[in-house]
């Protein structure tokens, strides 16, 4: 019968790893940008070649092979290790090295640091290449669990109710201990499931009382509402419904081509005040402020969208949708007009409210006085008014409180209803990286403990959506162009300036009759 042919397993090859490495492989890419990097400039750990004894393996090697286990969703050191040896397009990559396991798992936690700075030297080689403009920034966060069990999350009611527990069990085991004696029967008698002896279990139950005791005693004196023991900096998260112990990863995209360019892992367990965190992170990547910043209602924070616009980026936000208490919508405060020059509302009956008294709070729980957060007006002529019961229900009249940055949000909501479509873009843009992140890569997890360690996982996991992003929009040869472009241009910059620098000073010695060797 006839069959497609091959080869002899038995028979002996030349094999040269490069032959099986397609000239347009994305690999290729992969190697070309950790070959221009300087890892002295990005604080990785380096080792001279004329140092005593064992001679380690290439810092870039080890770099490459990371990044190659993300880009094709494998983390776990053991089977990076055992990749090593069986994928020959890794094999090629690598050079042919077999670290540990251990070597492998290592090499990440000693150079956390310089592992997010190749991010943002990746981010700055998009920028250069056009492949990032910086024009419009989208920002979102999502849930990915942290390597915490639930069994090891505890919040105060949880305490109280361990607690309430453990002493049930020690009034059980007392009681039949006290029988048991009173009875002179043995504790086979009285349970015969019982391994334990009932002083040992009451004893049992006692410690773990002191332990919860001490431990609620802790949260309380740290102000802590929830604590996770297996990584303290992971919090017990919900997302769609669902909740788990998690962290909440940030990222900002840019609208061109949907790459990530900064990204942040925060315990907070929703976005309110990570706004202007992202802002800032982008602008310190990219050296400049995005012209237009997009991010959904959950980024709603007053304050923080009002030190967005003093930077210079135009923030598209979704306000929330105003309501009163009696939840008549003709009656929110939206329906009221304000009258700048006079500092009143005027209600859609044609009533004033006027200005009452300012609305303090500490916005920080070290703050030693009040910061005035907002503005409270009030309506006196509401006894008559036959829209009364539609428009509050208090018996005193209608109030309204102003923010103090509501000049800002006034000119937000504006150009949010003049432009709706720099907010409709907002999902096309940045639900893709996370859709390839969970769904495609499968990193619905961090493998990593700590906030330090899970921001070097996430920068990591960030790199390689961009290295995968950035071979579906472009060319092998192009961006091999521009790689070299962007390692050389330090020295190409240096080279002018020095041959610059030489004539000058060649044609000022000649004229002061200086002769310069």
């Known amino acids: 019968m006839p069959r497609i042919p091959n080869f002899n397993r038995n028979q002996s090859f030349i094999f040269c790893p490069d032959d099986y490495i397609p000239e347009d492989s994305p690999v290729r890419i992969l190697d070309a940008f950790v070959n221009s990097l300087n890892l002295e400039e990005l604080g990785y750990i380096t080792f001279a070649s004329s140092a005593p004894g064992q001679q380690p393996y290439s810092r870039f090697d080890l770099i490459k092979l990371h990044l190659y286990g993300y880009i094709n969703g494998i983390r776990s050191s053991r089977k990076l290790a055992a990749e090593c040896s069986r994928n020959i397009e890794l094999m090629w990559l690598i050079n042919g090295i077999s670290p540990s396991k251990s070597l492998i798992s290592d090499f990440v936690k000693v150079n956390e640091t310089a592992i997010q700075n190749t991010f943002k030297e990746f981010v700055l080689f998009l920028k250069f290449a056009g492949f990032v403009d910086n024009k419009a920034i989208v920002i979102d966060g999502t849930k990915i669990r942290a390597q915490n069990s639930r069994t090891k999350y505890y919040s105060i009611k949880k305490i109280d109710s361990t607690i309430e527990y453990f002493e049930s069990q020690i009034k059980h085991y007392t009681d039949l201990l006290k029988k048991a004696e009173a009875e002179d029967l043995s504790d086979k008698d009285i349970d015969e499931n019982a391994i334990i002896p009932f002083k040992e279990k009451i004893d049992n139950y006692q410690k773990k009382v002191e332990q919860f005791t001490e431990l609620k005693k802790n949260m309380k004196d740290q102000k802590l509402s929830q604590i996770t023991l297996t990584d303290p900096d992971s919090r017990m998260m919900t997302s769609h419904g669902n909740s788990d112990i998690s962290y909440n990863m940030q990222t900002a995209v840019d609208a061109k081509n949907s790459l990530i360019v900064t990204t942040d892992v925060v315990s907070d367990i929703n976005d309110t005040n990570q706004l202007e965190n992202m802002v800032d992170k982008a602008e310190e990547t990219l050296g400049s402020v995005a012209d237009a910043t997009i991010a959904d209602k959950g980024y709603y924070n007053t304050s923080q969208i009002a030190n967005c616009e003093a930077k210079g980026t135009d923030v598209y936000v979704k306000p929330s949708k105003s309501k009163n208490a009696t939840n008549n919508s003709d009656y929110s405060i939206d329906k009221f007009t304000f009258d700048k020059e006079l500092n009143i509302y005027i209600c859609p009956a044609g009533k004033h409210l006027t200005f009452k008294r300012n609305l303090s709070r500490r916005l920080n729980k070290t703050d030693a006085e009040a910061t005035v957060v907002g503005y409270e007006y009030f309506c006196s002529d509401c006894a008559g008014c036959p829209h009364l019961h539609q428009c509050t229900n208090s018996v005193d009249g209608r109030r309204i409180t102003r923010n103090t940055n509501q000049d800002i949000l006034d000119i937000i909501e504006k150009r949010f209803e003049e432009d709706p479509e720099m907010y409709t873009i907002r999902k096309c843009v940045v639900e893709h990286p996370f859709g390839t992140i969970k769904r495609s890569l ?38 091999t162009k521009k790689l070299r472009e962007y390692s050389l241009r330090f020295h190409c910059i240096f080279y002018i300036f020095f041959h610059f620098f030489k004539k000058n000073i060649k044609l000022f010695s000649c004229q002061k009759n200086i002769y310069v060797l």
């Open 442 to 479: 499968g990193y619905t997890y961090f493998l990593r403990r700590g906030l330090s360690a899970v921001k070097t996982e996430a920068a990591l996991i960030s790199l390689a959506y961009d290295l995968k992003r950035l071979v579906n929009i472009s060319n092998l040869k192009e961006i």
